[in-house]
């Protein structure tokens, strides 16, 4: 028997009746292939289910029916992109899995084996070895963490333990001078059932937005601020307000001076392209009564403002010092519109421009989600310090060695979040939980969430109150981090220079770690500071939002394991190398079969919406994901693939830049005029990015 022939065996005992409560099938898809097919979302229902049942191969009893409409309607009907789509999955699987089985005989193994062990189960078998048997062959990272979740969890304490050999001799005195604050503001249009008069926005912005309606969307965000939102409801004024609170606190806790300010760089990402030049006015016109702007210094970085820095001030400095032409276009990766990675990327970089050309006794960088905010007195009732008080740990630029016993600079920091709902039982209550609950179909092949409980607890919930955990000669290296409520020293930036490649639209926080990951010499590495935990409130205010961008959200979760299996691919470190690392959370994401979990976790989902009569989901989650994973697909194809010249194209441009600040820097503390002249052209640009300069004036 064939490999593939395995597979469809596989797919065959998984999408069958299931019958007297037996435990192998996930999901049937007859029902939804033979139910009628009147309307776009029942047409393309009847499209999913036909694709399950193709992947079981010729011995289902529908095989050829469902081949039948799958072909007929990629010739000739409203939904032919759709159904080509699918028939182009089929052979996608069919191809992964025979090269992977041709180069990894474990992996034909396991297959093999899941094949026999699924046609051999008996009714009533208990649950979990059939999820483990399964997760062998399509989440091998889930195997045995459900068994013993305290074993679980302190192995994978264990294994991020790193022993100090040098604690950082410079930490953070004074956070509100030396740390520049960030976050990103991620802008999208109103919902299509909010009307004109409930918008909180100017009446010509208003207008603008039924043009800019009319755009396809470019980019999908967790839970984006609708533009025109009540001012209780938008997340930027919670965020800064917030900041600006924690602020008072610590003025008043005597640990930064009365009159200490925080500077707050803000990037702006936009969903539709029309979005761009009207982001500036409405945030201006959003803050423009905000009392805690005389608190905060805060700058508003669109992508103008991002071409206008490369433009006047590194690609002339490139020129001059490093006598290098014309480098806009390598510098092209400096921006903030786009996937998270690109904004993500800017605001850690921006420290450094920041520290060169702006302040220089900034010394680090730290950014907040806006739907996040320091709980100050809780902080300092249960882990005995504010969150200020935190940053000045020297465990945040201390050298040491990681489990494999290589070196490790703990340049990033990380803290933890804790959900609104659970701080009164305790800060240190895991904002993710084991769950408890029955699992839906493709959580049955792929479960995420049980790994990130497992690091949630490993990582972000330790604290160093024992021997073996002290906070000094030992502590925690943190892989899983969150978007917000992370850092990174100036000096590890410049020197070893990480990024997020702009195409990364999931897991930013994390993916920028992969590329500080070195084989050989001393890799850069995020520090757990246990007590440094945030509040976060999303689901307190921002539950619209949340709702609205479900489906963008779970699609760029699929496109997610496609790229970051591609992305590791090509990195120094290699796919095995990493996934040692980065194991079990981060790591579920690099698949041996990335193609073949993605689309059946695609697939079950729709089948999921679909069977509980969510059938506007179904289709959206359809047709929005075609189109990206088509796209992803495209883009991760070839040795020579267009993600890998892109990574490679954004590492020379990232060189470029930090280059070009160590010249600079260099030339400004020589006097040189020239260098004296592009400083202050920088301060103009960035004045000009200032929110309420008239307040200030």
């Known amino acids: 028997m064939s490999h593939y022939k395995h597979f469809q065996s596989i797919c065959r005992q998984l999408f069958r009746p299931a019958e007297g409560g037996g435990n192998v099938s996930v999901f049937d898809p007859t029902d939804q292939f033979k139910s009628d097919s009147d309307g776009p979302a029942k047409a393309v229902r009847r499209l999913n289910a036909a694709f399950l049942i193709l992947l079981a191969g010729h011995k289902h009893p529908d095989y050829k029916n469902a081949q039948s409409l799958l072909h007929r309607t990629a010739e000739s009907t409203d939904e032919s992109e759709i159904a080509q789509f699918y028939l182009a999955a089929v052979n996608r699987i069919q191809k992964e899995i025979e090269n992977v089985c041709f180069r990894d005989p474990k992996f034909a193994a396991r297959l093999k084996n899941l094949s026999s062990f699924l046609e ?25 963490l ?21 604690a950082n001799p410079d930490p953070i005195v004074d956070a509100a001078r030396e740390i520049l604050f960030t976050s990103n ?6 919902p299509a059932t909010q009307s004109d008069d409930g918008l909180h926005c100017s009446e010509t912005l208003k207008q603008n937005l039924h043009t800019i309606s009319q755009e396809p969307q470019r980019y999908w965000y967790d839970h984006p601020i609708h533009i025109g939102v009540k001012p209780q409801n938008n997340e930027l004024l919670y965020g800064l307000g917030g900041l600006s609170e924690a602020l008072k606190f610590e003025r008043e806790r005597g640990s930064v001076a009365k009159n200490a300010k925080i500077t707050c760089l803000l990037s702006v990402s936009v969903t539709h392209q029309g979005l761009h030049e009207k982001a500036r006015p409405y945030i201006d016109e959003v803050l423009s009564h905000a009392g805690f702007l005389k608190n905060l210094d805060v700058y508003v970085f669109t992508e103008t403002d991002t071409r206008q820095i490369i433009n006047d001030i590194l690609a002339p400095a490139a020129l001059h010092f490093l006598q290098r032409q014309d480098v806009t276009a390598e510098l092209a990766m400096l921006g903030v519109d786009g996937e998270y990675g690109r904004h993500y990327s800017f605001l850690k970089a921006m420290a450094a421009f920041w520290n060169v050309f702006i302040e220089p006794r900034v010394k680090a960088t730290f950014k907040i989600d806006l739907d996040q905010i320091f ?11 504010s969150a200020f008080e935190h940053f000045t740990t020297a465990l945040w630029g201390a050298n040491g060695t990681d489990f494999r016993g290589r070196p490790v600079e703990l340049g990033m920091i990380a803290g933890a979040l804790v959900n609104e709902s659970d701080i009164d039982n305790s800060l240190f209550t895991p904002d993710v939980g084991f769950p408890e609950r029955s699992l839906l179909p493709d959580e049955r092949l792929f479960f995420s969430v049980l790994p990130q409980a497992v690091s949630t607890r490993a990582e972000m919930m330790t604290r160093y109150n024992t021997r073996r955990l002290d906070g000094v000669n030992t502590c925690i290296q943190r892989v899983h981090v969150t978007g917000g409520t992370n850092g990174i020293r100036i000096d590890s930036l410049r020197r070893h220079r990480p990024f997020t490649p702009s195409f990364i639209g999931r897991a930013e926080d994390q993916a920028y770690l992969l590329s500080a990951i070195k084989n050989i010499g001393e890799s850069l590495a995020y520090v757990h500071k246990d007590g440094l935990i945030m509040r976060h409130d999303k689901e307190a205010f921002a539950a619209e939002a949340i709702e609205s961008a479900e489906i963008g959200r779970t699609v760029g979760d699929y496109v997610r394991m496609l790229y970051l299996t591609a992305y590791a691919g090509v990195l120094s470190a290699g796919k095995t190398g990493l996934k040692e690392i980065l194991d079990p959370f981060t790591g579920c994401f690099i698949s041996k079969i ?13 089948a999921s919406l679909f069977g509980e009569n969510q059938m506007g989901k179904g289709l959206e989650l359809v047709t929005i994901g075609v189109q990206q994973i088509s796209k992803a697909f495209e883009f991760i194809e070839g040795e020579n693939s267009a993600l890998k010249r892109q990574y490679d194209n954004e590492r020379r441009g990232w060189d470029v830049y930090y280059d070009t600040l160590d010249a600079v820097e260099q030339a400004l503390d020589n006097k040189n005029p020239f260098a004296l002249e592009l400083q202050q052209k920088a301060k103009a640009i960035v004045r000009e990015c200032a929110v309420g300069k008239e307040q200030r004036a």
């Open 146 to 166: 459900s068994s013993d979740r305290d074993k679980s969890v302190s192995a994978l304490r264990k294994k991020r333990t790193v022993n100090i050999h040098a």
């Open 185 to 190: 503001v991620l802008l999208t249009l109103p």
């Open 120 to 144: 051999t189960t008996p009714q009533g078998q208990n649950p979990l070895p059939i999820a483990e048997n399964i997760w062998s062959v399509f989440f091998p990272e889930g195997v045995n």
């Open 375 to 385: 709980p100050q007195q809780t902080l300092v009732e249960q882990t005995g310090a």
């Open 594 to 606: 990335p193609t073949t979990v993605t689309l059946l976790r695609f697939s079950l989902k729709a």
